[in-house]
Structures are given as structure tokens and as C-alpha cells.
């Protein structure tokens, strides 16, 4: 069963640092491009980043842009968002998914997997 899972999230104080992972099984990411979203409470989901499976460009939303990085071991069969300077409104469940290419990334549509998230809070 092909599948997505994320990991990593947990509790962090503002300034602090955390590092999600999404990992694939019963299938490969090497030529999906995947996108990390996020969803706080009340609030749409929100496109974070994306990388490429052919070239491994990456997309930022400004909103995290000189903050996130995302990354992908396809050995691993996994991908990174290592996240950085973690303010309080990035609080959210964090979702990664696979398409054909990032695109338009940040549109929920024309993902063909989802994981079920994992929940990042920041707060002192």
C-alpha cells in the first residue's frame, strides 16, 4: 500500500529548530516532486515549500523563505523540511504530498499521495 508518513514535529520554543521527514513505502518519490503544506487550526492549508523530482528545485512561501529548507534523499526514499528561527504562527499540522512536478505547488489539487500529518507547535 503506498503510503506517506511524516515525522518529527513536536513542541519547540520560539527561535528553536525542527526537522520533519516524509517517507514513502510501497512506492518511490525519485520522480515525484513533493510539497510540504501546513494547517493551523481554523485556517486553510497553506503550500510551504516544494522540491523537484527531476532537478530537485525548491519553492518557498515567503513566509518561510530564508527560514525552511527542504531537501530529499531518494535512497531514503525520503524527504526533509528542516525548519529554522520557528515563530509561534507556524504552529500547525505539517502535511507532505507527492505530484508529478511542484507547479503550481501550492494548490492542494493533482497530488496523488497525502501523509497524515504531523503537529508543530511553537510556544515558550
Known amino acids: 500500500q503506498a503510503q506517506l508518513v511524516e515525522s518529527g514535529g513536536g513542541l519547540v520554543q520560539p527561535g528553536g529548530s525542527l526537522r520533519l521527514s516524509c517517507a514513502a513505502s510501497?512506492?518511490?518519490?525519485?520522480?515525484?516532486?513533493i510539497g510540504w503544506f501546513r494547517q493551523a487550526p481554523g485556517k486553510a492549508r497553506e503550500g510551504v515549500s516544494c522540491?523537484?523530482?527531476?532537478?530537485?528545485?525548491?519553492h518557498y512561501a515567503d513566509s518561510v523563505k530564508g527560514r525552511f529548507t527542504i531537501s530529499r534523499d531518494n535512497a531514503k526514499n525520503t524527504v526533509y523540511l528542516q525548519m529554522n528561527s520557528l515563530k509561534p504562527e507556524d504552529t500547525a499540522v505539517y502535511f507532505c504530498?507527492?505530484?508529478?512536478?511542484?507547479?503550481?505547488?501550492?494548490?492542494?489539487?493533482?497530488?496523488?499521495?497525502w501523509g497524515q500529518g504531523t503537529q508543530v507547535t511553537v510556544s515558550s
Open positions: 510501497g512506492f518511490t518519490l525519485d520522480y515525484y516532486a
Open positions: 522540491i523537484s523530482g527531476t532537478d530537485y528545485t525548491t
Open positions: 504530498a507527492a505530484r508529478d512536478v511542484c507547479g503550481s505547488y501550492y494548490y492542494t489539487d493533482d497530488y496523488d499521495y
